[in-house]
């Protein structure tokens, strides 16, 4: 099991989390693409930071929102949600590539997200989006007779683990999609397995005893407790911490001793 981290989200002179402490520690970096937050030089120094550490690089894509840090919905048609998803992924395709490194996944940010996992026609979208890419990549480097093992990478998508992933494996196996299943160390669950709103006082765990609490039973049972104590079976790919808390560090280094051990 891998450890992600939303990182990169600083813009201009404003300053937020604690990325090169952190970065050593995960194994992901969700990179945010500019338009919830970050800048084209932020996004430039996540991923020389990412690369100083060889971390796998993610684009985290989300609506246009900066005033609103990506947390508010805002209903786009499928065109132009394909639109502003390949503009953020490109962005940071771009700046990679001038690392001499590459985008390894790609998963949206806030509400875009929370859309996604609520509504099967916008999570067909992303996937649509994201196959897009995937296809005009592997055209390229066949036209330019590169390597099947090089030309047959695709793009993953790092979605919620849920009770019931059948309806996304189903739409993601349509458009070749690998999906990795995420839980949230430190968000509290409701008893359907969708995560507390974050405008909820409980939405964020800050304890950090209680966090690793639960990753444990998870790691070992493949079970998450929710807010009521209903044990929620999840199949998990990875675990995703934020940055934002305030117990970030000292919960991450935990949670990396912790699947270390395991």
């Not at 609506?63 to 953020?88: P, W």
């Not at 765990?205 to 639960?214: A, C, G, H, K, P």
Request: net charge neutral.
């Amino acid at each position: 099991m891998k450890l992600n981290c939303d990182l990169g989200e600083s813009f201009g002179h404003w300053t937020k989390g604690q990325d090169e402490k952190i970065m050593p520690l995960i194994d992901l970096a969700n990179v945010a693409c500019g338009f919830h937050a970050a800048d084209p030089l932020t996004m430039q120094k996540t991923v020389q930071l990412a690369c100083k550490h060889n971390i796998s690089i993610g684009a985290h894509p989300a609506y246009h929102d900066l005033l609103g840090f990506g947390r508010r919905s805002i209903k786009y048609s499928s065109q132009e949600l394909t639109a502003i998803l390949h503009y953020q992924i490109g962005a940071l395709q771009a700046i990679c590539a001038s690392e001499n490194c590459e985008v390894d996944y790609v998963k949206p940010h806030g509400a875009l997200y929370n859309d996604m996992m609520s509504n099967l026609l916008i999570f067909r979208t992303v996937c649509q989006a994201i196959s897009a890419l995937n296809n005009a990549r592997n055209a390229r480097l066949k036209k330019a007779r590169i390597k099947k093992d090089h030309s047959d990478k695709k793009l993953p998508l790092i979605v919620q683990a849920v009770p019931d992933p059948e309806p996304f494996k189903l739409i993601a196996a349509e458009y070749k999609i690998e999906l990795w299943f995420e839980a949230f160390a430190d968000r509290a669950y409701q008893d359907n397995g969708a995560l507390v709103p974050r405008n909820n006082d409980n939405a964020v765990i800050v304890d950090v005893e209680q966090v690793v609490t639960r990753c444990q039973k998870l790691i070992a049972e493949q079970k998450l407790l929710s807010i009521n104590g209903k044990p929620l079976t999840l199949e998990v790919d990875t675990l995703c911490v934020h940055g934002d808390n305030p117990a970030a560090i000292n919960l991450v280094e935990k949670l990396r001793a912790l699947l270390n051990a395991s």
